[in-house]
């Protein structure tokens, strides 16, 4: 199980599995985020298999499941408040991680206090090349 440190309170990772919670958890994790809708996945990747997996160890579990399709104002909000409100460190999963990526830079453009170079480097320094978004996260970080 691989993750990536986008800030030291929010990581992400590709699909987790239940067998991987014991290891986040002695990793520190407190809050896992699901970003993956369950219609992208087998059952034994579900959240439901993962959330429960997750309880079990006594770690918090949320569910934000969005696709390109459905990423809305809304859902960047939402996802930014779980972030902050969320008992740290949190690690967001999806696919492959940059679902997770994109929605914390939007999340962190709009809310945050980081400039869009500062996010950009943030999640290129994890391995994601968010550049694709960056004139959107210069829209957001000067309209707060």
Request: proline letters at 5%; aromatic letters at 6%.
């Amino acid at each position: 199980m691989t993750y990536r440190r986008i800030t030291p309170d929010y990581s992400v990772s590709a699909q987790i599995m239940p067998a991987d919670i014991e290891a986040l958890k002695e990793a520190g994790f407190k809050t896992i985020l699901c970003n993956r809708p369950d219609n992208e996945t087998n059952v034994d990747h579900c959240s439901k298999a993962v959330q429960d997996a997750v309880e079990a160890a006594g770690l918090k579990f949320e569910a934000l499941p969005f696709n390109q399709m459905t990423l809305t104002e809304e859902t960047v909000a939402e996802q930014r408040r779980i972030i902050t409100s969320a008992e740290a460190p949190v690690l967001a999963y999806c696919a492959s991680g940059t679902r997770c990526s994109t929605i914390w830079a939007l999340g962190e453009a709009q809310f945050g206090e980081m400039s869009a170079p500062d996010i950009l480097k943030s999640a290129a320094d994890a391995g994601y090349d968010l550049r694709g978004v960056g004139p959107i996260l210069d829209r957001l970080c000067s309209a707060r």
